[in-house]
Structures are given as C-alpha cells and as structure tokens.
C-alpha cells in the first residue's frame, strides 16, 4: 500500500477506537440500570401498541380523525380518515400503528428532555453555552450513526429505535423553546417583576404562554424528526413501516416499497397539520391573528 501525504504527516488518532472501548464500558458497567431502562421502553411501547393495533382499524381510524376535526376542522378530519381507510386497505395499518406508537413515545419522551431544558437554557447563559455545541453535534451527527452505540446496548427491537429517535428528535425541542422563552419581550417580564411576581409564576404565567406558539412549532419538528428516524430504526429490528421499507429495498419491491412509504407519507402530513393546528389554537396565536 502506498503511503499518502497526510500518513507521513499527521499520525492516526484512534478516535473510533477509544469510543469502542468507552461503549464497551459503559456497557459492561451499567448493564443492570441499561437492562431496567430496556424493559421500561418494552413495557411502555407494548401497551401503547396494544391500544392502538387490538381495536378493529375504523374505531382507531374515527378517533384519529375525530382528533384532528377538533383540531382544525372538518376538511383535515375527513381527510384524515381517508388517509387511515387507504393505509388499512394496502394492508399496512398493523405496521403503521407500531410506527405512530413508537413515534409518540419517542417524542414524548424527547419533548420530556427538551422542554424543560430549553427552559433553563433560556433563563441561565452558562447552561445554554454547553448546551448549544452538543445539540450541533447531535443535529450534524448522521442519523445511521446513532443506531450503532444503541444496538451494543439494548441488542435489536423496538428500544435500541426509541433510545435512538429520542437523541435525534431531541434538539428541536430544546432549541424553539429557548428561543421561545428568549423572544419574550423584556419589558413584560419587567412589569410581571413590578407587580411583585416570582420567577417561577412569571415563568407559568408570562414566558410559557407568550411563547407556546414557538414552543408548538419544535413540538411539531420533534414529532417530524422522530418519524424520519422510527423509518431508519427499522435496520436495527424495529418493525413498523421502516421494517417494510428495509425489506422492499433488500429484495428490490417496488410495490411494498411504495406502499409503505405511502403510508409513511400520510402518518407524517397528519401529524405536522394536527400540532400545526393546536399551535394555531394557543391564545397567544389567536390574539396574533386577530392583530394582523
């Protein structure tokens, strides 16, 4: 092999190296609380799954669209469950189902994290100062990379796809609710002070709520993020829609493919216009609205 510039150069880091051994350890170390951790999302992730794939289709189906009727109206719920009545006719609605119950537990636990997070990120320089280098680091590692450390962890399945989702739907959240809490306008902080108002109570009752719609919208990218990858965690086993799509690209299906990826396409528009819509319901975004 002939020897490049940059061998003579500069000398190898084994940087890949000292982060097997550093997984290696972590593993063998926190064996017990990653096997507590496993079971948890199990059990979590089966008894939403459970309430979403035992009733028959149309029940979940009118539920679905009854959610988003209330949400936005009668165009976005008859819509929807079109959508829903087209998933279960191309026989993808069991695996659809596993994907929205891993979706929503992922970014539940996402928003969680994310939320509360951004929150004190907002309200103290020096945490938002760490905090940002490690979301640009999460948001610019490539998503197939957060499978590899997940699958040593907890093996294949559903969990190593949830503990992997939740790393990579995380930043969103925690971004949009700093900048949110951070655009609220100082002088009604200062007013809320003025009336001798705590941090805490001017939190709940000023920052949040003049923030919600901001807030809303990395709910809304958290929930799209985290769908993009419940697709990619089916390499690792997660079944659902990604399941079917590895499949149809390993065996070169164009038909499975397609449809699958179809159903992919409906579950993500009813899940951006839904939070789209409850962002739009938000005090704050009504009274915007009434302004312009």
Do not use: C
């Not at 929205?100 to 969680?112: E, H, I, N």
């Not at 969990?159 to 990579?168: K, L, R, W």
């Not at 003049?210 to 809303?216: F, R, V």
């Not at 396409?265 to 839904?274: E, G, N, P, S, T």
Request: hydrophobic share 55%.
């Amino acid at each position: 092999m002939i020897a490049t510039a940059t061998d003579t150069l500069v000398p190898r880091v084994e940087v890949g190296d000292w982060i097997d051994t550093a997984i290696g350890w972590v593993t063998d170390t926190f064996d017990p609380v990653f096997d507590g951790i496993k079971t948890f999302f199990e059990s979590v992730y089966d008894s939403l799954d459970w309430v979403l794939s035992t009733p028959p289709f149309f029940v979940v189906a009118v539920v679905l669209a009854a959610i988003a009727f209330w949400a936005k109206g009668w165009k976005l719920g008859v819509g929807s469950l079109v959508g829903f009545v087209l998933i279960a006719a191309m026989d993808q609605w069991s695996n659809a189902m596993d994907s929205l119950a891993l979706v929503l537990l992922a970014s539940v636990v996402a928003l969680l994290i994310g939320i509360p997070l951004g929150i004190w990120s907002a309200r103290n320089e020096h945490v938002s100062r760490v905090v940002r280098p490690i979301l640009d680091f999460m948001q610019t590692m490539p998503a197939f990379v957060y499978l590899i450390p997940t699958v040593v962890i907890f093996l294949t399945g559903p969990v190593p796809g949830i503990i992997a989702t939740i790393v990579f739907a995380l930043a969103p959240g925690v971004r949009f609710t700093e900048l949110g809490i951070r655009q609220v306008d100082s002088e009604v902080v200062e007013a809320g002070r003025a009336f001798g108002s705590t941090d805490r109570r001017i939190l709940r009752q000023i920052q949040i709520p003049l923030a919600m719609p901001t807030i809303m919208a990395g709910v809304n990218q958290v929930i799209m993020l985290a769908l993009s990858m419940v697709v990619i965690s089916g390499m690792v086993g997660a079944g659902g829609l990604g399941g079917d799509v590895v499949g149809a690209l390993s065996s070169v299906d164009i038909a499975l493919g397609f449809e699958a990826g179809l159903a992919v396409v409906f579950l993500a528009i009813y899940l951006d216009r839904v939070t789209s819509a409850l962002a739009d319901r938000s005090p704050v975004a009504k009274a915007l609205k009434a302004v312009r």
